[in-house]
């Protein structure tokens, strides 16, 4: 844990995959447990002073949860882990999205024809 309780930190990356994982899932994968992380909306602490694109100089890597609080065992029943289903889309949203798409492909051909006319045209100047 962080100190303020907050956030959890993986200080070694292949000794937690190494002795930790084995314990608790059936791999050893620290990327499958990442992932894991992500779909219980686990987040990935970045610090600004890294920017996001500098690597940390230690294998420290931190992750949080609004609901993962020392002391408050109580929340964690709030960690649930994503559901996405295709039944959960609205035939509506996927009409509107293939209109968008139909859309875009017809503005594509539009231009398409009119970079064809000023192509032939620039060739007659020339």
């Known amino acids: 844990f962080r100190q303020s309780g907050s956030s959890f930190h993986v200080f070694d990356q292949g000794q937690f995959a190494k002795e930790v994982l084995p314990k608790y899932f059936k791999h050893n994968n620290m990327a499958s447990f990442v992932r894991q992380l992500n779909m219980y909306g686990f987040r ?3 610090h600004i002073e890294q920017g996001g694109l500098v690597k940390p100089e230690k294998d420290d890597t931190e992750f949080q949860h609004p609901y993962f609080i020392r002391g408050q065992e ?14 959960g889309i609205k035939h509506e949203d996927v009409k509107v999205r293939q209109d968008n798409v139909t859309k875009l492909l017809t503005d ?7 970079q064809e006319s000023m192509d032939s045209k620039l060739v007659a100047m020339k």
Request: hydrophobic residues 40%; without cysteine; aromatic residues 0%.
């Open 44 to 46: 990935k602490v970045v």
């Open 108 to 114: 594509i051909q539009v231009m398409k024809g009119k």
């Open 74 to 87: 109580h929340l964690l029943e709030n960690i649930k882990r994503k559901v996405t289903s295709v039944s």
